[in-house]
């Protein structure tokens, strides 16, 4: 909702407070003011002009030159491009040092050799949007009406010496999508009163029901349908400060019939609708559900074919509206039109809201009719219209109306106790502070024993149980005022749990490594539901799957990041790493019934380049050290290292000689390596590495405290050994010998070499460790390292039969 400042200080008096303060207040009561925006913010120095003579350019076909008055001495030469300046107008002139949006400065300057001091402005230049200029100046300049005082400030002619509060109402706030539901607002939220157009105008003897009668075919749908007839009416625009108003409110002013309607929609929140009466072709409204495949061509020239979903207004035959939508182009108000039907109705919303989805055509009037209007407004809408098409369209407003009202609209009442109002907001209200801010509201209410009975008026529909009274009671009273306590229990809500915590350092340390999270389908097809899967049981098959690709819960991530990685790669982006953190589903075996178990696993895959130096000459493809690597620096995150070890594994999908259990304790919880050649080809894919691990476990595991320990002032002692040993046996094996025997000594163990050659004995090989000791507390003596050295080697020889290689 678009709310102009100067139109609301109509009813409110805002003289002690600027649009932006009073955004902020509004925003802090519970309606959120998107923006404010001054419509003249950056003009200056555009006044009106009174065009004395127009003649053709000398030496331009397309240019006039103007002599216009401005009000200052002399008249001035201007040269205007745009084909409708003439002698007489009264238009918009930037004059010489004026500023225009976009800072765009006027100075003098010679066209096609003549002189020009100023510019003759179209409202598109002077800020207006091009759809909300009136079609017959979509195309050239502005001319004001005759009355505009020449010199005067042309933008406060056109209303744009204002501001514009956007509000972003929320559906229960349709009370608000009207100025005089913003008034109602903005006085309770200052503590003032609200004031209300005086709505007086003279009736002709003629009546109303002699001219039309009104019949409903289901008083469900349409509760009240009022028709009022203005005759005598002069088609003509509508007065500037209106077209104005409505321009700011992002409407397009046609003429002034159609303007006062739309004038009313947005003061009242009634949607109104103006019939040019002699072309109805009846004297009769007949309101009824549409036929099956009926027709109707609306008021934007587009033919609706219609169901019984829509609700229609009639001339006894013909439709002629779609009720609370859009109008007939066979009954639109024309420039010939004399005598106005003037339709104010109450509409079933549901209706309304259906039959604007059914044809995909909302409007300002449906939007309005949908989230609900308030039905005690609908005449004294219909009221202020006919006054308005008195004033400025010249009509002649005939006594009464014809109507159909079977409409019961009686304000509700609530009653809630100042305990629970103080119990729920934490606050010590007294009975006079809630009964004062029930006042600014204009609820009627009454007191006994601490209980408030209010009586709710019908503008507002959201509220209709105890918790809304006290919302309306926190809003006014404050937010900011509302006293502010910590939390008391065992456990302080909305604090993360260890495992969450867990989990978002391992998002942040895979993230930080360079993967990008992907989010992907928990839903697959048979041919993938168990690739890659830890543990395969039979399939959860959805019972009305979107399709046959989705229509299993994946036993594994590795295909859905997979999908990631081939979509990315046909997309040339063939350096990728991704991970994601998301559920696995397995069934419970003998319990089809059962819902399956949910496991919360990680997964990550990655190819192409891992590093790339291009200026050194130096680029890393990935491989498995790389992604292993990966996964080493998240168990050392985690503090889980000491009790992770990988072995050699198989895994279905995976590379056979590139892929390694992980094992947690000695328990497997995921696997790590290539994707197998095969796979990799029928998608299309470069070497793509992957790892999947059970979090669930994986952050479950205890963790011991974390302890520091002093740099140490003493050297270490590195020592190399070659080991000669049979081909099956495996580094890793090794080392964890080699490590459990060195004792404290021993600090450090790494592979920096293998071997298998020519000078090797068939069936051996040769791997070299480096082996680092040191002691925190003294530097160690070789008889010291020799001691721990010979265990080493010892162990090695007695329990893998590895000799020292000469």
Not at 603 to 612: D, K, N, R, V
Request: hydrophobic share 40%.
């Amino acid at each position: 909702m678009l709310v102009s400042y100067k139109w609301l200080k109509e009813y409110v008096d805002l003289s002690d407070i600027s649009p932006i303060e009073l955004a902020d207040k509004i925003t802090k009561s519970g309606i959120e003011v998107e923006g404010v925006e001054v419509l003249n913010e950056g003009i200056k120095n555009v006044v009106i002009g009174y065009v004395v003579e127009r003649e053709q350019h000398p030496n331009a076909d397309k240019l006039n030159k103007c002599l216009v008055d401005v009000g200052e001495g002399d008249p001035i030469q201007i040269i205007c491009g745009a084909p409708n300046v003439d002698k007489g107008q009264k238009v918009a002139v930037a004059k010489v040092g004026a500023v225009l949006p976009g800072n765009f400065k006027i100075k003098k300057a010679k066209l096609r050799g003549e002189e020009s001091n100023g510019m003759i402005c179209s409202l598109q230049e002077l800020g207006i949007e091009s759809k909300l200029v009136a079609k017959d100046y979509s195309e050239g300049i502005f001319v004001f009406p005759s009355d505009v005082e020449v010199g005067r400030n042309a933008m406060e002619y056109l209303q744009r010496d204002d501001a514009v509060l956007e509000l972003g109402l929320t559906p229960n706030r349709a009370d608000c999508l009207n100025m005089l539901g913003v008034a109602y607002e903005v006085a309770a939220v200052l503590g003032k009163e609200v004031t209300f157009p005086n709505v007086e105008y003279p009736q002709v003897q003629e009546k109303a029901s002699d001219y039309v009668q009104v019949k409903v075919e289901n008083k469900e749908d349409v509760p009240l349908y009022t028709a009022k007839i203005i005759k005598n009416v002069k088609i003509a625009p509508s007065p500037l400060w209106m077209q104005g108003r409505l321009m700011a409110a992002g409407i397009r002013p046609h003429n002034n019939v159609v303007d006062i309607t739309n004038y009313i929609l947005l003061e009242y929140g009634q949607p109104l609708h103006a019939f040019d009466y002699d072309r109805l072709g009846s004297k009769e409204i007949y309101v009824r559900r549409a036929a099956e495949n009926e027709e109707i061509v609306t008021l934007d020239e587009a033919k609706r074919v219609l169901s019984q979903d829509n609700l229609l207004i009639t001339n006894g035959e013909t439709g002629i509206a779609v009720a609370g939508v859009m109008g007939g182009a066979n009954s639109e108000v024309q420039a010939d039109t004399t005598t106005v039907l003037l339709e104010a109705a109450y509409f079933n919303s549901g209706v309304i809201r259906k039959s604007s989805k059914v044809l995909n055509l909302r409007s300002e009037a449906s939007a309005r009719y949908e989230k609900g209007i308030d039905p005690n407004r609908v005449r004294a809408a219909a009221e202020r219209a006919a006054q308005l098409l008195h004033l400025y369209a010249g009509g002649e407003v005939l006594e009464g109306e014809a109507a159909v009202d079977t409409l019961t609209a009686e304000p509700k009442a609530v009653a809630i106790s100042l305990e629970k109002i103080n119990k729920v907001l934490g606050t010590s209200l007294a009975v006079n502070e809630v009964t004062a801010i029930f006042t600014r509201l204009q609820f009627e209410t009454t007191v006994e024993n601490n209980i408030f009975t209010v009586i709710v008026p019908t503008r507002r529909n959201d509220i209709t149980i105890e918790e809304d009274l006290t919302e309306e009671v926190a809003r006014l009273y404050g937010y900011d005022n509302i006293p502010t306590t910590l939390p008391v229990g065992e456990a302080i809500p909305g604090a993360l749990t260890e495992y969450q915590k867990k989990r978002r350092t391992v998002r942040k340390f895979l993230e930080g490594a360079g993967l990008y999270q992907a989010i992907t389908y928990a839903l697959t097809s048979e041919k993938k539901v168990q690739q890659f899967a830890l543990d395969k049981r039979q399939p959860v098959r959805l019972s009305m799957p979107m399709s046959e690709e989705r229509s299993l819960l994946r036993q594994s991530i590795i295909p859905q990041l997979l999908e990631v990685v081939k979509h990315n790669s046909a997309r040339q982006n063939e350096n990728l790493a991704v991970y994601e953190t998301g559920v696995v589903f397995l069934a419970n075996e003998g319990a089809e019934q059962e819902l399956p178990e949910e496991r919360e696993h990680v997964a990550g895959a990655i190819t192409g380049l891992w590093s790339a130096n291009l200026w050194q000459g130096e680029k890393k493809t990935v491989d498995f050290f790389v992604i292993k690597g990966v996964l080493e620096g998240l168990f050392e995150k985690l503090g889980v290292s000491n009790s992770i070890s990988f072995e050699r594994g198989e895994l279905e999908g995976m590379h056979p000689g590139r892929t390694a259990k992980v094992l947690l304790g000695g328990e497997v919880i995921g696997f790590v390596g290539q994707v197998h050649p095969q796979i990799q080809n029928e998608l299309d894919l470069k070497e793509t590495y992957c790892f999947e691990l059970n979090l669930s476990k994986l952050l479950a595991q205890k963790v011991a405290d974390l302890h520091y320990t002093s740099i140490p002032r003493f050297p270490s002692v590195t020592r190399d050994i070659a080991l000669v040993v049979d081909s099956g046996i495996l580094a890793g094996d090794i080392q964890t010998i080699i490590v459990e025997a060195g004792g404290n000594l021993l600090k450090e163990v790494q592979v920096f070499d293998l071997y298998e050659g020519e000078r090797m004995e068939e069936g051996k090989k040769s791997i070299a460790y480096s082996l680092k000791y040191f002691d925190p507390e003294q530097t160690l003596t070789d008889e010291m390292i020799t001691k721990a050295h010979d265990k080493v080697l010892a162990a090695v020889k007695e329990k893998a039969g590895a000799v020292l290689r000469g």
